[in-house]
């Protein structure tokens, strides 16, 4: 089946250090590739997506790139704020509708 | 605020009560989801709507777990019977009909805990 695996977490990092998080995805077919984040006290919300190999999703500094040979989508940010803190997760879309398949999160905290 | 709202924000119940949760879209939204987070995992996909149509059930549902959309607009999940395993963040989420593009709206959650 579908299944989505990211890094575990918290990562802890200075304001201004660079920002990774893996994902990696199976997928029967060519899923498209997100990542939604959560602020403290806040409902999910689409940060960046990818409909197809190669794409690269972007928003508010983020960037991830679909890797179709490698399977993953991971999440990249040049410098993190102390505002960036939140819990990031990777998700995929499969069949109809809208309905996603997400990986477990990962928590980001960032430090002055 | 336009956005989704759910209520009640928590709910604390005995086992084997039953407990029932609301969920009011954006209102242009046709298409409305429900997810299950337990601690430490991603959300999982319970069900969705189609205007008052649900066009799909997991297998995370079980029998004792029902959802309504009846005027395509707000949606009610009800718990019977619940289980200390039942214990976790409902959302609601919330998309246009037109687009099928992954990109849901969701709502704060309804978290629920089972004693």
């Known amino acids: 089946g579908n299944s989505v695996t990211q890094m575990e977490g918290p990562v802890t990092l200075s304001e201004e250090a660079f920002l990774t998080i893996n994902c990696t995805y199976t997928?029967?077919?060519?899923?498209?590739l997100f990542w939604y984040v959560q602020y403290p006290g806040e409902g999910l919300q689409l940060l960046l997506k990818a409909t197809k190999a190669d794409d690269k999703g972007s928003n508010k500094g983020f960037e991830a790139t679909y890797r179709k040979e490698t399977t993953s989508f991971h999440l990249e940010k040049g410098s993190v704020q102390v505002s960036d803190s939140a819990v990031y997760f990777c998700?995929?879309?499969w069949g109809g509708g809208n309905k996603l398949t997400f990986g477990t999160g990962t928590q980001l905290k960032v430090e002055l | 605020d336009t956005g989704v709202s759910q209520d009640p924000r928590h709910k604390i119940t005995k086992r084997g009560q039953n407990v029932t949760f609301r969920c009011d879209p954006i209102?242009?939204?046709?298409?409305l989801y429900w997810y299950r987070q337990t601690l430490g995992q991603g959300p999982e996909f319970l069900t969705y709507f189609q205007n008052e149509a649900q066009l799909e059930k997991s297998r995370l549902l079980s029998d004792r777990f029902s959802a309504e959309r009846p005027k395509g607009s707000f949606s009610t999940l009800e718990i019977q019977r619940t289980e200390q395993g039942d214990s976790a963040m409902y959302l609601c989420?919330?998309?246009?009909?037109?687009?099928?593009?992954?990109?849901?709206?969701f709502g704060e959650g309804s978290r629920l805990t089972v004693l």
């Open positions: 998700a995929l879309k």
């Open positions: 989420a919330s998309s246009p009909e037109a687009t099928n593009t992954g990109e849901l709206f």
């Open positions: 209102s242009e939204h046709n298409r």
């Open positions: 997928a029967t077919g060519y899923p498209s």
